[in-house]
Structure formats: structure tokens, C-alpha cells
């Protein structure tokens, strides 16, 4: 999980960075950014939780904790690398308030995106496990077809 916590922590420095530089370079909105770290976080979800099925752990915690991290190392670092290169400013007149309720939210939707994610995945994989533990472990072969 501590792999997987830190390969979605690594993304969201990238597109922070990567994205910033891009956003900066071509005149995009890098809000419409949004949109990728929700994949992360839902990416980071999935593997989570074929990481807690696998090793007999609850889906939802490791889910809302990876997440969470994710979540915060984007908020914190990704966000201070984005706003070092232009586009991540904060709108004038924002408050440090108005700053760290967003932060908050948009680490509790990476948690919430993420614990989705988990909970999907260790369902479908836990279900895929229990049908390969009740099928036979023989092969039937085919009839010989003569020509």
C-alpha cells in the first residue's frame, strides 16, 4: 500500500508540475486539470483495493488513507509547485481561511474518490478469487471431430 500511496503522491506532483508548465505554455485553464487528479485518485482506489483484498485488509480504511495522502501531498506540494510556475495562484483577496477550507475539500473528495475506487475494486476482486477457489481444477476436452 506504502508503494501505491507513493506512486499516486509522485502523479500529483507530475501533473502539478508537468501541468503547470503546459497550462502556462499553451493558455489552457489549469483547472481543467481537475479531471486527471480525480483518475489518479480513482486509480489509486483500484489498486488499493486489490492491494487489501489480496492481503486480507479493509478495503474502505486503506482507501480513505491512500487517498487522503494522495489528496494532501496534491494540495500542499502540487499545489506550491503549480503556483511557483503561474497558473496555481490563489485569486487575489483569498484569505488563508478561504485557502486551507479548499485544500480540505479537495483532499476529503480525493479520499471519497479514492475509497470508491478501493471498495469497487476489492468487491470484483475478492468476487473473481471466490469463483476460481469453486471451479473444478480439471479440463474437460473436446470431443475429436473426424473429418
Do not use: C, D
Not at 479514492?114 to 476460481?132: D, E, H, M, N, P
Amino acid at each position: 500500500m506504502v508503494r501505491i500511496t507513493a506512486a499516486g503522491s509522485l502523479a500529483v506532483i507530475l501533473l502539478g508540475t508537468f501541468g503547470a508548465l503546459a497550462s502556462e505554455r499553451f493558455g489552457f485553464p489549469y483547472s481543467s486539470l481537475t479531471i486527471v487528479s480525480l483518475l489518479i485518485y480513482v486509480v489509486v482506489g483500484v489498486a488499493v483495493g486489490r492491494w487489501a483484498a489480496r492481503h486480507k485488509r479493509n478495503a474502505a480504511l486503506s482507501g480513505i488513507a491512500s487517498g487522503a495522502i494522495v489528496g494532501f501531498v496534491g494540495e500542499t506540494i502540487g499545489w506550491a509547485i503549480a503556483s511557483a510556475i503561474g497558473p496555481g495562484l490563489p485569486p487575489p483577496g483569498a484569505t488563508p481561511a478561504l485557502l486551507v477550507g479548499a485544500a480540505v475539500f479537495a483532499i476529503l473528495v480525493a479520499a471519497i474518490v479514492a475509497i470508491l475506487g478501493s471498495v469497487t475494486s476489492a468487491v470484483i476482486f475478492r468476487a473473481a478469487g471466490t469463483r476460481r477457489a469453486t471451479q473444478p481444477e480439471f479440463e474437460v476436452e473436446a470431443p475429436e471431430v473426424k473429418p
